[in-house]
């Protein structure tokens, strides 16, 4: 499974963004986004599992949307009402987590290079 993330970008507070991951190769049980902002630890954004069940990180609940396209085998995070503390490097994953995982990323064994989202003030 090759996992290609894009569509980050400068953008004010208060704008819009929407990542895009293409996959390609096998089916997973789970697909997600992580974030890393600098100096600081990789941390789960969100997630849509093979049910069509979505979880979200509590900061980005109600202004980020995840979705899936199982005939493009693309995933999705629509991000709005950006805030200058969602900069970080975006990262799709892939694998097969427990649902008691699914907020981590040992529970995901495959990923994309990662897109910029930088946020300004």
């Known amino acids: 499974v090759q996992l290609q993330a894009s569509g980050g970008g400068l953008v004010q507070a208060g704008g819009s963004l929407r990542l895009t991951c293409a996959a390609s190769g096998r089916t997973y049980r789970s697909y997600a986004w992580f974030r890393q902002a600098p100096g600081k630890e990789r941390e789960f954004v969100a997630a849509?599992?093979?049910?069509?069940?979505?979880y979200y990180a509590t900061s980005v609940k109600d202004r980020f949307t995840i979705s899936r396209d199982n005939a493009k085998n693309t995933l999705y995070l629509e991000m709005n009402n950006l805030e200058p503390e969602d900069t970080a490097v975006y990262y799709c994953?892939?694998?097969?987590?427990?649902?008691?995982?699914?907020?981590?990323?040992?529970?995901?064994?495959?990923w994309g290079q990662g897109t910029q989202v930088t946020v300004s003030s």
């Open positions: 849509v599992i093979y049910s069509g069940r979505k």
């Open positions: 994953a892939a694998g097969d987590p427990i649902t008691s995982a699914i907020r981590a990323p040992e529970g995901y064994r495959q």
